[in-house]
Structure formats: structure tokens, C-alpha cells
């Protein structure tokens, strides 16, 4: 690797790069975990050690050099985790193990090799990290609770009839809602899905156990519904139709 490809912060004589490269991963560990600790304290660091290990994660996808990301900066981003004011919304008996996996899989699919070399300290990559977590955190929080919400609506009994079918179908065709609702879906996963919540009246865990090979988990069910209530929510058609009646 010449040193013109490498970021600002490993830049440096031409008998630095050579040494640097030539580093273990445990070697970079070691003085990564040292310096980062310098970090943290406010005190002067170098942060080439730890751009390198990074650098050998993301842009030559070595599995050691994640570990030891992993191992030295989990701590830090449980901390970010837990100031995050909705966490007590949904850390679990793991107190948050998952959470943490979920940061370091979204963090190492957002930074590609080719964005690594935007970043030229161990301040920038971990500011990316923390914006990784609270990232992590809010879309958890929404989930949580379009999924209470969901629950709640699935909860409420509806009144008996004879051919719940034919009566919805025939309310939705009389207000013209129908085909308007059939215009908006994307395919035909949300199409059956539809059908199956608010024609069949299944819930989410039904509709997956009974069609597990369209919807492998319920998280499926919630997701593709969701998706779906949003875009009804915004469409301008039924909007006007709402406004007519």
C-alpha cells in the first residue's frame, strides 16, 4: 500500500508505512487499545495504530482485526446505548448485547472501503460509531412501538358476521377504496398480506405461521405492514377520497 492511498492520520515517512503495515493485528491492538485509552483521557494520541486496524476490518475484511474492534470499543458504544433517553423502551434480559451488534453490523455496513479514506482520526470514526448507535437505538424505538400499536388494534375484537370477506370487500368497493388501495401496493407479498390482515382478519403471528414461505418471521409481517400502512397514510388519492365523504 503506498502511502499516498493511505488516510491523513497514517501518513507519514516512508519508514513509518512500511513498519506500520508490517504490525500484527495484536501488535495494533495493543498499542490501539493503549492509544485510544490516551483518547478518552483527553491526552495526546496517535491514532495511526487504530486507523490501520480499521482499515484492515473494512477494507481488507479481516475477521481478527474486527474482534479486537469489537472487544475494544463495545464497552463505549453499550455506554452511548444506555444515555439514549427511550433505551428503558427496549434493552432486554441481554441488557443490550444485541443492541451492540446491531451498532457494530450497521457501522460496518455504512462504511466502505472507499469512505474509509474520508476519515483521517480515531475521533471521526468513533463520532461515525456513536451516530451508528443512536441510529440503532431510534429505529428499535420506533419498531417498538408501531408494533405495540399494531398489537393493540389486533387486539380489539371485531363484531361477528356472517362472510367478513364479502362485507369488506363490498365497503371498500362501494367508497371506491379498493382499487385505490390495490394501485398503491408494490407487489404481490404486500397484496396477500393485505388480504390476509384486513380481509381474513389474521394477526401477524398467524398470517407467519400459516404462510411461512411468503413471511419467514413475524418481524416480516410487521415490517411489510407497516411499510404499507405509511404509504396508504400519504397517498394524495385517498386523501381526496376522505375528504369527499
Same mark, same amino acid.
Given at each position: 500500500m503506498e502511502s499516498r492511498n493511505l488516510p491523513h492520520g497514517l501518513r507519514g515517512s516512508d519508514e513509518s508505512a512500511p %513498519?506500520?503495515?508490517?504490525?500484527?493485528?495484536?501488535q495494533l491492538a495493543r498499542s490501539c487499545a493503549e492509544e485510544? *485509552? !490516551? @483518547?478518552?483521557?483527553q491526552h495526546t494520541s496517535n491514532d495511526r495504530y487504530c486507523l490501520e486496524l480499521f482499515r484492515r476490518a473494512i477494507a481488507e475484511r479481516d475477521d481478527d482485526a474486527w474482534t479486537y474492534i469489537y472487544q475494544q470499543y463495545a464497552p463505549l458504544v453499550l455506554t452511548w446505548i444506555t444515555q439514549h433517553q427511550s433505551v428503558v423502551l427496549i434493552l432486554g434480559q441481554d441488557g443490550g448485547a444485541a443492541l +451492540? &451488534?446491531?451498532? @457494530?453490523?450497521? /457501522?460496518?455496513q455504512a462504511l466502505t472501503p472507499? !469512505?474509509? =479514506? &474520508? /476519515?483521517? #482520526?480515531?475521533?471521526? $470514526?468513533? !463520532?461515525? $460509531?456513536?451516530?451508528?448507535?443512536?441510529?440503532?437505538? #431510534?429505529?428499535? +424505538?420506533?419498531? =417498538? %412501538?408501531?408494533?405495540q400499536f399494531e398489537e393493540t388494534l389486533d387486539s380489539i375484537d371485531e363484531p361477528a358476521i356472517d362472510d367478513p370477506a364479502d362485507d369488506v370487500v363490498s365497503a371498500l368497493s362501494a367508497q371506491g377504496l379498493w382499487q385505490i388501495i390495490q394501485d398503491e401496493l408494490h407487489n404481490e407479498d404486500e397484496r396477500i398480506l393485505l388480504y390476509l390482515a384486513y380481509v381474513q382478519g389474521? !394477526?401477524? *403471528?398467524?398470517?407467519?405461521? %400459516?404462510?411461512?414461505h411468503l413471511f419467514p418471521n413475524v418481524e416480516d409481517v410487521y415490517r411489510i405492514k407497516r411499510n404499507v400502512l405509511e404509504r396508504l397514510r400519504r397517498s394524495r388519492r385517498l386523501q381526496t377520497l376522505y375528504r369527499q365523504h
Open positions: %513498519q506500520l503495515e508490517q504490525l500484527s493485528i495484536d485510544t *485509552g !490516551k @483518547f478518552l483521557r +451492540v &451488534n446491531s451498532v @457494530f453490523a450497521k /457501522f460496518a472507499v !469512505k474509509m =479514506r &474520508n /476519515f483521517d #482520526s480515531l475521533a471521526a $470514526l468513533l !463520532k461515525y $460509531l456513536k451516530m451508528c448507535a443512536h441510529s440503532v437505538v #431510534s429505529d428499535e +424505538v420506533r419498531v =417498538r %412501538q408501531a408494533r389474521l !394477526k401477524p *403471528g398467524e398470517i407467519c405461521s %400459516q404462510h411461512r
